[in-house]
């Protein structure tokens, strides 16, 4: 059987196995995302709850459901997925993150299956899910367009894909890389590459090339007076996310 292709930028991969022994310190080099982590939950989980019809008061309710973190690097979001009771497959092209990812889990008393793979290669082995978690990574590939069409093999009919990212414009530029990187030294300098960002009409398109059915997109803003993240229907300057169905 032929090898499946791959969209992983090596470059990109080396960044981020740099930093993996960082990524449950909440004051190292993954802070942006610690600080974000409980506004991605709480649209992850509203999306979930509300394509699936769970409530999200109960003890474990996301119990049933096969959900694959896509570039997980080390469980931030793999880790309250399975507390909720999903099935969780954590899957990463760097394979430095998934040590640091499995203990942290085994410590926890979670129960994971991380593995050192790619979108594509769990596309090849006819993988299925019904919840495929898309964070942060599309801006790192190769080619978006080819990794989200894996993305969409590896859902079920009827499946949920949830994808967010950077918008690319002058805003983004400032507050993401110089920002972040530069003033803040929230990130090391390089973590991000600018043309890479992806804006959210474009977004859509690459979803809809993909065979998905674009059906929400919300943004990420942080407020720095207040110090936190919170979600807003008009402002998807900078950070933002995105849901999307596969029909069928």
Known sequence: MQAAQTTVDPAEVAKFEAMAAEWWDPKGKFKPLHMLNPCRLDYITRQIAGEYDRDLTAQKPFKGLRLLDIGCGGGLLSEPMARLGATVVGADAAEGNLPVARIHAEQSGLEIDYRHTTAEALA???????????????????DPQAYLTACQQLLKPGGLHICSTINRNSKSFAVAIVGAEFIMRWLPKGTHEWHKFITPDELFALIRGAGLDPVDRKGFVFNPISWQWSLSDRDLSVNYVTASLKRG
Do not use: K
């Open 124 to 142: 090849a082995a006819g993988e299925q899910f019904d919840v495929v978690l898309n964070m942060e990574v599309v801006e790192h590939v190769a």
